[in-house]
């Protein structure tokens, strides 16, 4: 069986999205499957009307294909493409969270988004999401029947557990881009409560996707006399952000919304403590035994859990050995891969 996997942009841009797709691809490919990767240029999920018709111009010479698998970032904002490609091959649907759920988003915008994507999934075979919580806000949100979604969660690479900082400044870490749903904002605000505590903040993800974003952010650690205490990294190398992995004591990232939350299993796999929001999928990827979960833009009870997190050294201990524990429950890329090949064939 040979499969498409269409995509907006290009699959190495920083995203938890991307590298999904990227991972699932790679683990096919190592097993002899046969995948081909279709990347379309355009400003996705807004795309222009000449993104458009460049999109359904590039179906003229794609490649003979069993199943193609559309990344819902490209067929949410798209459903003329996808009611196209599904005259020629099966669709699978990959939906990592609904677009029209991106915070920032105004009323108008997001009722667009949501017209469109719901009319694409007309003319898809199956849906695959990354998480059963997705699932579920699919099938609501989309009047989908359940059995026509599916979810195929990420996986995690086994790798060292973190050694932490190995110094008496507790080091926080948080992995995210920045934009709105991330919550980077409110996280800075929590920790301006907090400075007279022995902390510090690195983050790390792409600053270039809300530069507006970025610059309040910088202004208000500044404002607050944070200045030392926090840095951001930008879009770093997979070896950077896994050196700081091992010397952080604590994963942090207080987001509005997830559709997963991948860098939370990762942060678990290497035995970090967790500090989240019961937002989305979050309580899924996070047990209890991880870290503490709190409300979604609740800036009281984030600096709460911030200031028991670095106080408590006793607490960090504990979090991180349920995290240990919990990460044996992870998939590999190649068990998800493989669960998502095993539901592609079952379509066929």
């Given at each position: 069986?040979?499969?498409l996997f269409?995509?907006?942009?290009?699959?190495?841009l920083?995203?938890?999205?991307?590298?999904?797709?990227?991972?699932?691809?790679?683990?096919w490919k190592?097993?002899?499957?046969?995948?081909?990767?279709?990347?379309?240029?355009?400003?996705?999920?807004?795309?222009?009307v000449?993104?458009?018709?460049?999109?359904?111009?590039?179906i003229?010479?794609?490649?003979?294909?069993?199943?193609?698998v559309?990344?819902?970032?490209?067929?949410?904002?798209?459903?003329?493409?996808?009611?196209?490609?599904?005259k020629?091959?099966?669709?699978?649907?990959?939906?990592?969270?609904?677009?029209?759920?991106?915070?920032?988003?105004?009323?108008?915008?997001a009722?667009?988004?949501?017209?469109?994507e719901?009319?694409?999934?007309?003319?898809?075979?199956?849906?695959?999401?990354?998480?059963?919580?997705?699932t579920?806000?699919?099938s609501?949100?989309?009047?989908?029947?359940?059995?026509?979604?599916?979810?195929?969660?990420p996986?995690?690479?086994?790798?060292?557990?973190?050694?932490?900082?190995?110094?008496?400044?507790v080091?926080?870490l948080?992995v995210?881009s920045?934009?709105?749903?991330?919550?980077?904002?409110?996280?800075l605000?929590?920790?301006?409560?907090?400075?007279?505590?022995?902390?510090r903040?690195?983050?790390?993800?792409s600053?270039?996707?809300?530069?507006?974003?970025?610059?309040?952010l910088?202004?208000?650690?500044?404002?607050?006399?944070?200045s030392?205490?926090?840095?951001?990294?930008?879009?770093?190398?997979?070896?950077?952000?896994?050196?700081?992995?091992?010397?952080?004591?604590?994963?942090?990232?207080?987001?509005?919304?997830?559709g997963?939350?991948?860098?939370y299993?990762?942060?678990i796999?290497?035995?970090?403590?967790?500090?989240?929001?019961?937002?989305?999928?979050?309580?899924?990827?996070?047990?209890?035994?991880?870290?503490i979960?709190?409300?979604?833009?609740?800036?009281?009870?984030?600096?709460q859990?911030?200031e028991?997190?670095?106080?408590?050294?006793?607490?960090?201990?504990?979090y991180?050995?349920?995290?240990?524990?919990a990460?044996?429950?992870?998939?590999?890329?190649?068990?998800?891969?493989?669960?998502?090949?095993?539901?592609?064939?079952?379509?066929?």
């Amino acid at each position: 069986m040979r499969i498409l996997f269409v995509i907006p942009g290009d699959i190495d841009l920083p995203t938890g999205g991307y590298r999904y797709d990227k991972e699932i691809i790679n683990a096919w490919k190592a097993s002899g499957i046969d995948v081909g990767l279709i990347s379309l240029e355009g400003n996705y999920p807004f795309p222009s009307v000449q993104d458009k018709a460049n999109a359904l111009k590039a179906i003229e010479k794609f490649p003979d294909a069993e199943v193609a698998v559309v990344d819902g970032l490209l067929g949410g904002a798209s459903p003329e493409f996808m009611q196209a490609l599904s005259k020629i091959m099966p669709i699978t649907a990959l939906i990592h969270h609904p677009l029209c759920m991106e915070n920032g988003l105004d009323e108008n915008t997001a009722q667009r988004l949501k017209a469109s994507e719901q009319k694409g999934l007309q003319f898809v075979s199956q849906i695959i999401t990354t998480s059963p919580a997705t699932t579920k806000i699919v099938s609501q949100l989309f009047g989908v029947e359940s059995a026509k979604i599916h979810t195929v969660l990420p996986g995690v690479k086994r790798t060292q557990v973190s050694k932490g900082s190995q110094s008496e400044t507790v080091h926080l870490l948080c992995v995210g881009s920045v934009i709105e749903r991330k919550g980077h904002k409110f996280l800075l605000q929590a920790l301006s409560r907090l400075k007279d505590l022995n902390w510090r903040l690195d983050c790390y993800g792409s600053t270039e996707f809300d530069t507006k974003l970025f610059d309040e952010l910088q202004s208000l650690a500044k404002a607050e006399d944070m200045s030392e205490k926090v840095a951001f990294h930008g879009a770093v190398s997979d070896e950077m952000i896994e050196a700081a992995y091992t010397t952080s004591d604590v994963f942090v990232l207080p987001s509005l919304f997830e559709g997963y939350g991948m860098v939370y299993a990762e942060a678990i796999v290497r035995g970090l403590p967790i500090i989240a929001t019961t937002a989305g999928a979050i309580p899924d990827t996070v047990p209890q035994t991880c870290g503490i979960l709190i409300e979604p833009e609740n800036t009281n009870m984030l600096t709460q859990a911030l200031e028991q997190m670095i106080s408590d050294e006793a607490l960090r201990n504990n979090y991180r050995q349920g995290a240990m524990t919990a990460a044996e429950d992870f998939p590999t890329w190649q068990g998800s891969a493989t669960r998502f090949d095993e539901l592609l064939k079952d379509m066929t």
